[in-house]
C-alpha cells in the first residue's frame, strides 16, 4: 500500500492552521507564546479538524499516534481521543485507542469505486501521528468543495471544543455545519475562553463566512463577562464591519439559574447595543432554550457539557440563524 502525505494536495485539512507546518494545531506556532497558557496547550487538540479527499481504493488503512492518554471521568475515548470515517457524507465506523494505549491502527473496506473520505479527529487531544495507506496505484483526487467554502469560526468553552460528544462528528458544531454542508473552525478552548484581546485579534483576521461567539462559560465572574463581551464584539465587527456574527449563551442554564440569567443579560445587551446602532447582521441566541422541555435533564452527563442528545438539540437552535446568514 502507498502512504497519503496528509499535509500535501490533493489531501484537504479543515480546522487547523497548518499553512507551511506540518502539524495539526489549530493556532499558529506565533501566536502560542501571546495567549493564555490553557489556550496554548488545548490549540494542539484537534477538536474534530477534518482530513478530506477522494479515492478509488478498495480498502483504506490508518496508523495514530496520540499525544496523550485521555481519560476522562464524563467522556468517552470515543469522542475525546477517536477518530470518525465518513465515506460519501455517511458515517462509517469510529476508532479509538485502547485503554491505556496511545497509538492505534485500524482498516476499512471500501468498493473500489471514486469515494470521498473524511476523517474527524479527537475532540480533546492532539494528533502525533495521522498516517494513512490506499492501495498501490489507487487514484487520490482533491474531495468535493464546501457549498460554503468560507468556514464558520466558533470561538468558546469546553461545550464548543466539544465536551462530552460521544464521538468527533456528535458536537453541535459538526452537526449543523454538516447539514449546511460548510467548511468550519473549531476554536472551543476547555476553561481558558477568556475573550482577551490577541485572540481577538487572530480571529478577527480569519477569512470566515459567519462568526458564532460563545465565550460566556469560560469567564470567570458576570463582571469579567461585562468587561470583555462587548468590547470582544466590537474588535470583530471593526474589522468585519458586514459579517455575521451569533451571540451564544451557554445551554446549561439551569446549573446556576441566577449566575446564568446575569450573564444573559450581559451577551444580550452586547446584541441590543449593536441593533441599536443600525447592525444587521448580528443575532442573539438563548442558551435556556437549547435543551428544550422533555427530557432536558438528559442532555449533560455533568450538569454542564452535553450528551449527544444535546449537542443535537443545540444544533437544531443554532441552524435556521446560520443558514440565514449562509444563504
Not at 502507498?2 to 495539526?24: M, Q, R, T, W, Y
Not at 497558557?37 to 496508523?63: E, H, N, P, Y
Not at 496523550?68 to 468517552?76: G, I, N, R, V
Request: aromatic share 10%.
Amino acid at each position: 500500500m502507498k502512504k497519503i502525505d496528509i499535509f500535501s494536495a490533493p489531501v484537504s485539512l479543515h480546522g487547523f492552521d497548518a499553512e507551511g507546518v506540518k502539524n495539526l494545531w489549530r493556532l499558529p506556532l506565533q501566536l502560542h507564546d501571546k495567549v493564555n497558557m490553557g489556550v496554548t496547550q488545548l490549540s494542539r487538540q484537534t477538536a474534530g479538524g477534518r482530513i478530506r479527499f477522494c479515492t478509488d481504493s478498495k480498502k483504506v488503512s490508518c496508523r495514530v499516534m496520540v499525544t496523550e492518554e485521555c481519560l476522562l471521568p464524563h467522556m468517552p475515548l470515543s469522542g475525546s481521543s477517536g477518530v470518525d470515517l465518513f465515506v460519501n457524507g455517511r458515517f462509517a465506523l469510529n476508532w479509538r485507542p485502547d485503554l491505556g494505549r496511545q497509538k492505534f491502527e485500524f482498516e476499512y473496506a471500501l468498493n473500489g469505486q471514486k469515494n470521498e473520505l473524511c476523517f474527524y479527529l479527537p475532540l480533546c487531544n492532539g494528533v502525533a501521528v495521522f498516517e494513512v495507506y490506499v492501495d498501490d496505484g489507487a487514484f487520490v483526487g482533491t474531495p468535493k468543495p464546501y457549498t460554503y467554502t468560507k468556514p464558520v469560526v466558533f470561538y468558546g468553552s469546553s461545550i464548543t471544543q466539544g465536551l462530552c460528544a460521544s464521538r468527533p462528528s456528535s458536537n453541535y458544531i459538526a452537526e449543523v455545519c454538516g447539514l449546511l454542508d460548510t467548511d468550519f473552525r473549531n476554536l472551543g478552548f476547555s476553561a481558558s475562553a477568556l475573550g482577551e484581546d490577541n485572540i481577538c485579534e487572530y480571529i478577527a483576521n480569519l477569512d470566515m463566512s459567519v462568526f458564532v461567539m460563545d465565550y460566556d462559560h469560560n469567564a470567570p465572574t458576570p463582571e469579567y463577562l461585562e468587561a470583555t463581551h462587548e468590547k470582544f464584539f466590537k474588535q470583530i465587527r471593526e474589522r468585519n464591519p458586514k459579517l455575521p456574527v451569533i451571540l451564544m449563551t451557554r445551554p446549561n442554564f439551569d446549573t446556576d439559574i441566577s449566575d446564568s440569567i446575569r450573564r444573559r443579560d450581559i451577551v444580550r445587551k452586547t446584541y441590543e447595543n449593536a441593533v441599536a446602532n443600525g447592525d444587521k447582521s448580528v443575532a442573539f441566541l438563548d442558551g435556556e432554550t437549547f435543551f428544550g422541555k422533555a427530557l432536558r435533564d438528559r442532555c449533560t452527563p455533568d450538569n454542564i457539557h452535553p450528551t449527544d442528545l444535546g449537542f443535537e438539540r443545540m444544533a437544531m437552535a443554532v441552524l435556521p440563524v446560520l443558514k440565514k446568514f449562509l444563504e
